[in-house]
């Protein structure tokens, strides 16, 4: 079955841009997804097609796919950015999510 | 604005039916797309399967529970239900329905989620 590996966790400074990567074999074919996940919350929807933000979403949440690595990218991390977050393709008929990166604000 | 809202049971035995209702206000559940994803406790998030309505229901369904889940709309009520027999511990999770963020496409994002609902599996 498919796969997609997150990183367990990043930390970022306050101001700093924060990359999230997303692996698996020939991604790049596929559209990826980010959700922003908070404590006791839903998941929410921050890119999808790789690269598009949902209305709302502020601009500094952007995203690429290339190769086999997805990455979200948060520009000027701000403390309220502290989530989990989540990558998600379709493999074939199949929605897949990666295991899910902690994003910590330091 | 559509909003999701799970309902049933919170307490499950093992080997018996899981059934949860997902109701949708705010907008039709046809020409969209509609799933249903669970997150067990501190871990990540699994999609269980999707159902389309357009006249008829076509669902599509996780390999990995395909045997044991059933996804069914009734449109006359806006909503949308999910049912996994012979649960066990494992099925243990916070189960989410969620909308795909465009209008008829099986393979976009998941753009609308509801609050969720939690399901122990215990004797």
């Known amino acids: 079955s498919y796969e997609l590996t997150q990183p367990p966790s990043v930390s970022v400074s306050p101001g700093q841009t924060a990359s999230i990567t997303c692996s698996g074999d020939k991604l790049g074919n596929k559209y990826a997804s980010w959700y922003q996940q908070k404590p006791g919350q839903s998941p929410l929807l921050v890119i999808y097609q790789d690269t598009k933000r949902p209305s709302g979403i502020p601009e500094r949440f952007s995203g690429s796919n290339s190769g086999n690595t997805a990455t979200l990218t948060i520009s000027g991390t701000q403390a309220i950015d502290e989530a989990d977050y989540y990558c998600q393709a379709w493999d074939s008929t199949t929605a897949v999510f990666g295991g899910g990166t902690q994003l910590t604000v330091l | 604005q559509v909003q999701l809202q799970e309902s049933g049971p919170g307490l499950v035995k093992p080997s018996e039916t899981l059934s949860l209702t997902c109701t949708v206000s705010?907008?039709?559940?046809?020409?969209?797309?509609w799933s249903w994803i669970r997150q067990p406790p501190g871990k990540g998030l699994e999609w269980l399967g999707y159902i389309y309505y357009s006249g008829s229901g076509s669902t599509n369904y996780n390999p990995s529970l395909k045997s044991r889940i059933t996804i069914s709309v009734d449109t006359s009520k806006n909503q949308f239900s999910l049912k996994v027999n012979f649960v066990t511990a494992a099925d243990t999770a916070v189960y989410y329905c969620?909308?795909?963020?465009?209008?008829?496409?099986?393979?976009?994002?998941?753009?609308?989620w509801g609050q969720g609902t939690m399901v122990t599996v215990s004797s």
């Open positions: 705010g907008g039709s559940i046809s020409s969209y797309y």
């Open positions: 969620a909308r795909a963020h465009t209008a008829a496409d099986p393979f976009d994002a998941f753009g609308v």
